[in-house]
């Protein structure tokens, strides 16, 4: 199974593949699309919307996963995210159906085993599990990693997470 993770950002969205036969995952590839930070929003979205049917075409994946967003602090941010989670959605809606989300508790529980588990821990598990050489960069894309890795991990229970 070819998975796609998402980490769902305006500015930064990192994504993640990964093959998983759901004992043991491979590192396909990782990395981020980026929008400049003085683009109009309308331009941005675009640019995401675009850059998730590159992905979806080059992958090719079986189920795309994505962080659930959560705010505490900067509303007017966490509007912009939820745009681009929209625009990026909408992309992959487009190609399958199977399409899945995450908290951020769930992805850190399923990749640390513990749900309150900081950046650095995860990324290191992220690491670790896919037998890479070095933590993956931009954050954002490690995070994807972790997304996906989280998914195929819940394989056998991923209708629980299905987006409806």
Known sequence: MIILGIDPGIAIMGYGVIESDGNRHRLIQYGALTTAA??????????????????????????????????SKNVTTGMAVSAARGAALVAAAQR????????????????TGY????????????????????????????DALAVAITHANSANMKNLYKIQ
């Open 38 to 71: 003085h683009t109009p929003t309308p331009s941005r979205l675009r640019a995401i919307f675009t850059g998730v049917n590159q992905l979806m075409d080059m992958f090719m994946p079986d189920d795309v996963a994505f962080e659930e967003l959560f705010f």
């Open 96 to 111: 399958t159906e199977n399409l899945y989300e995450y908290t951020p508790m769930q992805i850190k529980q399923a990749v």
């Open 115 to 142: 749900g309150k588990a900081d950046k650095h821990q995860v990324q290191n598990m992220v690491k670790l599990l896919l037998n890479m050489r070095e933590i993956a960069k931009p954050d954002d894309a490690a």
